[in-house]
């Protein structure tokens, strides 16, 4: 079993930064993808992005490219999501979440096994 524990979210204006973090323990190893979702309201749950555990490699959603960026601590157990340039429709409650597969894209909610509880994100305009 693999529990996730995020923190980060907030209110913030604008064009502000925010950076999530996602503690992973429990029976993990390598072989994982971790990743992180959004749901915003009254909208289905989207792929923002995710990181190969073992060779850090990273892939993200069109929405956020260029202006998100995940990366991960080893030593710490921990992923982040240091989120840049936000904007109001960035707004969403962010889940962390983690699969044991590796080597290819999971961009679908239903390809991850364990979930964390989520943390809101909130950008006024």
């Known amino acids: 079993q693999v529990q996730l524990l995020e923190s980060g979210g907030g209110l913030v204006q604008d064009g502000g930064s925010l950076r999530l973090s996602c503690v992973v323990s429990?029976?993990?190893?390598?072989?994982?993808?971790l990743g992180w979702f959004r749901q915003g309201p009254g909208k289905e749950r989207e792929f923002v992005a995710h990181i190969n555990w073992r060779t850090t490699s990273t892939y993200y959603s069109d929405s956020v490219k260029g202006r998100f960026a995940i990366s991960r601590d080893k030593a710490k157990n921990t992923v982040y999501l240091q989120m840049n340039s936000l904007k109001p429709e960035d707004t969403a409650i962010y889940y962390c979440t983690a699969t044991p597969r590796s080597g290819l894209l999971y961009l679908t909610a239903e390809l991850y096994d364990f979930w964390g509880q989520g943390t809101q994100v909130t950008v006024s305009s």
């Open positions: 429990g029976r993990t190893g390598d072989g994982y993808t």
